[in-house]
């Protein structure tokens, strides 16, 4: 039994040293340069509205090439993103923090590495960059709770995105 564990520990630890060492396949273009990433949006809310709601609520994007998620809070409350599937099995390179929406936001702090749950305020916004490594299913969730002690999520916030 103990060994069986320990050897799931290695496989685990391996894949984990793997995702976060490997230079993502599929970044270099022909001419050597580094292909810049492909940008989407996700809004958390739509403008001055209390909608539980992600929109887009779906993303089919593709294993091995690198992405920009801009994830923006237009709405009037504080929103999640939580993409722990997603998260886990990306390369992840960096997170910009934005004091704004759109062609106006300026980046305040850039955080290298991998999100665990990224917060937003309103009017705020967030850029993640990211290699999606592993093909599946992954859910999008927020779980700030409101005064009903339900999440969002519950509310019907959650979406998905499939890596191909
Ligand atoms: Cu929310």
């Given at each position: 039994m103990r060994r069986v564990c320990m050897k799931f520990l290695c496989m685990v630890s391996a894949m984990f040293i793997a995702l976060n060492s490997m230079a993502p396949m599929g970044l270099a273009s022909e001419s050597g340069k580094i292909a810049k990433p492909q940008r989407l949006i996700l809004s958390l809310?739509?403008?001055?509205d209390r909608k539980?709601?992600?929109?887009?609520d779906y993303f089919a994007i593709t294993a091995g090439k690198r992405y920009t998620l801009i994830i923006q809070n237009p709405s009037l409350d504080i929103h999640e993103f939580d993409a722990p599937g997603l998260v886990a099995s990306s390369w992840s390179s960096d997170v910009k923090v934005l004091?704004?929406?759109?062609?106006?936001a300026h980046p305040i702090a850039t955080i290298v590495g991998t999100p665990a749950e990224i917060e937003i305020r309103p009017g705020g916004s967030v850029e993640w960059t990211f290699v999606p490594v592993v093909a599946g299913r992954y859910d999008i969730l927020c779980d700030i709770e409101d005064q009903s002690g339900k999440t969002h999520t519950a509310m019907g916030m959650k979406g998905t995105i499939v890596v191909n």
């Open positions: 809310g739509r403008e001055g539980r709601l992600f929109y887009p004091d704004d929406i759109g062609a106006s």
